[in-house]
């Protein structure tokens, strides 16, 4: 199925940098719950991520994402998800959309 442009451009992605990463021991699936910073546009959202098998929370810190920002929030277990980290997907073993270099928090993809 195609997009038009215009459907698109109604998907907000943006940068973020991680500040925390904590377990998430009540995920069905290994995961941690991250709180990130998107800039003082859009603030500071906590997202799952099901990303153990390739990343340690230490090195999470600091490492700017890219993330859905627009989606509806998600109820998971007694977590509530505000925004879509996004990854490339090979059986659980995700690899994080990051930029290569620093860039302001908030910056919208497209």
């Known amino acids: 199925m195609e997009l038009?442009?215009?459907e698109f451009e109604k998907v907000e992605m943006r940068i973020g940098t991680?500040?925390?990463?904590n377990d998430?021991?009540?995920a069905r699936i290994?995961?941690?719950q991250l709180v990130i910073d998107f800039g003082v546009e859009v603030?500071?959202?906590k997202s799952s991520a099901q990303i153990t098998k390739r990343y340690l929370k230490d090195d999470l810190i600091g490492k700017q994402i890219?993330?859905?920002v627009n989606f509806p929030k998600k109820q998971i277990g007694k977590f509530m998800s505000e925004c879509l980290v996004l990854g490339s997907v090979n059986n659980y073993d995700i690899v994080l959309l990051s930029s290569d270099l620093k860039v302001e928090n908030g910056l919208r993809i497209g």
């Open 24 to 26: 998430f021991p009540e």
């Open 66 to 68: 890219v993330a859905v």
């Open 4 to 6: 038009t442009w215009s």
């Open 18 to 21: 991680i500040l925390e990463a």
């Open 43 to 45: 603030g500071i959202r």
């Open 30 to 32: 290994p995961a941690y």
